[in-house]
């Protein structure tokens, strides 16, 4: 039986650097975790086994960690970039890279006599992450986060819904909202030509219009909320033309008091971590076509 190979790539995966920069007195973290994929003239090494063309995943891993002491960690974004560029320009059978970026956050020890100047703490809310693709020609630079956990204790709502044979749940009027949120968003800039956004200055204000999205928004269902949150982005934030969000439902119900004599108005609740309620969605602006994943665990 006759076969031919398929699309493939290699690289290495999970490099964790932390770079320290040392402003004085004040030091300054940047916590990544950089996984490297390459992709190209790569038929002989699957074929024959020749390595002729090959940049060895050990040289990659070398690569990250040199490049966090050559040029700095200003952004997730910006590294990877660096990096990206690099591999393809450097190394003639590799046509394509791609570089994805986990960053974790820390924040100051505010502890009376140390100012704050060398002493942190690991931030216990989302991860920063990024995905930097390259192929000698254009960008595509998608930013996100997930384990963004957010929570309404009332405006919302959920009934009207379709009622058959199974239905047990009960409508609600007055309900706690809460979901995990993962969210990604592709960057509009894709050539060398453009000037780049400030990659930092970007995450930090579309998380905000995010959450203030989620806050503000009295909602009749998780799919509404997310299109408010998706919709506020692309308003405020022209550097943006695609928001991919997966929000799990991470249900609460009201415990039943009535056996102990005991009235429950919206007051105790079980938190149910599963099964939940997955709603997935895509926001665009107009005229641009939806590039992210679906499954925004493969991004």
Known sequence: MATMLGPNQYGKA???VVKITRDGATHHVRDLNVSVSLSGDMDDVHYSGSNAHVLPTDTTKNTVYAFAKQHGVDSAEQFGIHLARHFVTSQEPIHRARIRIEEYAWERVDAPGSEGAHSFVR??????LTQVTYDGASWEVVSGLKDLVVMNSTDSEFWGYVKDAYTTLKEAYDRILATEVSA????NWTDDARDMPDW???????RRHLLHAFAETYSLSLQQTLYQMGTRIIENRPEIDEVRFALPNKHHFLVDLEPFGLKNDNEVYYAADRPYGLIEGTVLRDGCEARIPADLTHL
């Open 123 to 128: 931030k216990g809310q989302e991860t920063r």
């Open 184 to 187: 990604r968003w592709r960057h």
């Open 14 to 16: 999970e490099n964790r």
């Open 200 to 206: 930092d200055a970007s995450y930090e204000e579309t």
